[in-house]
Each structure stands twice: as C-alpha cells, then as structure tokens.
C-alpha cells in the first residue's frame, strides 16, 4: 500500500506538468483587434444602358477577430470616402429637375459594416494567408451632389432631392483574401451589390474594389 501511495506522489507533478489536450497548439480561441485604411474603387454598371461610372476614394476603420485553428469570424467598422465624375448630361430627378450639365460631381460619405468568416489555408508563425466570405451594410451617412452647368454656375442638390436619388442603405456579398505578416495585415476585398444603388426603374449595381494594410495591437 505504501508503495502504491509512493508511486502516485511520485506521478502526480509529472501529470499536473503534462499539457492536455484542449489547450494544444492553435486549438485557442483567439481574439484580434487591429486597425487598417486604404483606397477603394467603384464600379457602377447600369443595366439596360449602355454607361459605367466608376469613382475612387479612401476608407478606415478597425476590425475585430475571432480565429481558432484554421477559422477565423470578422467584423468590421470602415468609413468610406468616394467621389464620381459624370461628364456632359442631362440631370433628372423625381422632383422634377430637368438640368443639362458639364460636369457632375458626385461625393459620398458611407460607413461600411462587414461580418465576414473565412479559413486560414497556410499558417506560419510569423505568415499567414486567409481567404474570406461575407456581408456588408453600408450606411450612407452624408453626400455632395454639384452640377456644373456651361456658364459655370453650380446648382446643389437639397436633401430630398437627394433621398429621391439614392437608397439611404446598401447590402453586397464580400469576397477577399489576406496576408498577415507578424502584426502587419494586407487585403484585397470585392464587394458585388445586392441592391440598386439608385432608385431608378432599371437596376443599377455596383462593384466595389477594396485595397487596405492595416496592424493587429
């Protein structure tokens, strides 16, 4: 009996040493916050008309991660900043604005709400990969519509002019892939649109192009 109670006082630092199973190597779950900016690109497409617009703009904001082995959750909070350029048209509305242009500049403020879950296919200790799926909401917090008319004068839209154009809230399916580099995080997102931007009869859809670095604190 004596040697028994021995061996297992013997045993037990061994044991209490050993690492169990749950917690092995990347089987933790894992919690990231970082921040990241960029510049981004959208691609307006226009059905049943033969025009594409495209604009360019700048974006920020930080994120939140969740990853356990080879899987990972994200959510995101960016603002964005895009401006367009539509050259030598005729401006209508709802109201009833029949105004021939020059120029139309056309500046947005939105603020973009991706959740996004993905898999980690290489993991190094210092390198990553990741390649991700998702929904954003895009909430449109303020816009700039100015039309440059021949004689240089400016006309600029009112706010319910400006309901009347567009939808105060946007939804598209996100797709990218990433690469993590010690604490340095580089992406490329592509966001196809789920709903007309504008409220016109024909649909209008939007291709947006995300280009962002960003560190993990």
Not at 66 to 93: C, D, H, P
Not at 99 to 119: D, M, W
Not at 140 to 163: C, F, P, S, V
């Amino acid at each position: 009996m004596k040697k028994w109670i021995c061996y297992i006082l013997l045993s037990l630092p061994l044991a209490l040493a050993a690492k169990p199973q749950l917690f092995t190597s990347g089987s933790r779950i894992r919690f990231q916050l970082g921040a990241q900016a960029g510049v981004n690109t959208n691609y307006f497409k226009y059905r049943n008309i033969d025009q594409r617009d495209v604009s360019a703009g700048f974006q920020g904001g930080i994120f939140f991660r969740v990853s356990r082995q080879k899987v990972f959750a994200q959510l995101e909070m960016n603002y964005l900043w895009s401006q367009v350029f539509l050259k030598n048209g005729i401006f209508t509305s709802q109201v009833g604005n029949n105004i021939p242009f020059e120029k139309l500049t056309f500046r947005y403020h939105t603020y973009g709400i991706p959740f996004i879950f993905g898999g980690i296919p290489v993991k190094k200790a210092l390198f990553k990969m990741r390649m991700y799926n998702g929904i954003e909401v895009d909430l449109i917090a303020q816009t700039r519509i100015i039309l440059e008319q021949q004689n240089q004068q400016e006309y600029r839209l009112n706010r319910k002019e400006k309901r009347d154009i567009m939808r105060p809230a946007q939804f598209s399916y996100q797709l990218g892939t990433g690469f993590d580099i010690a604490m340095f995080v580089f992406d490329v997102k592509y966001n196809f649109g789920l709903r007309s931007f504008y409220k016109e009869s024909y649909r209008t859809q939007t291709h947006l192009f995300q280009f962002t670095a960003g560190v993990i604190f």
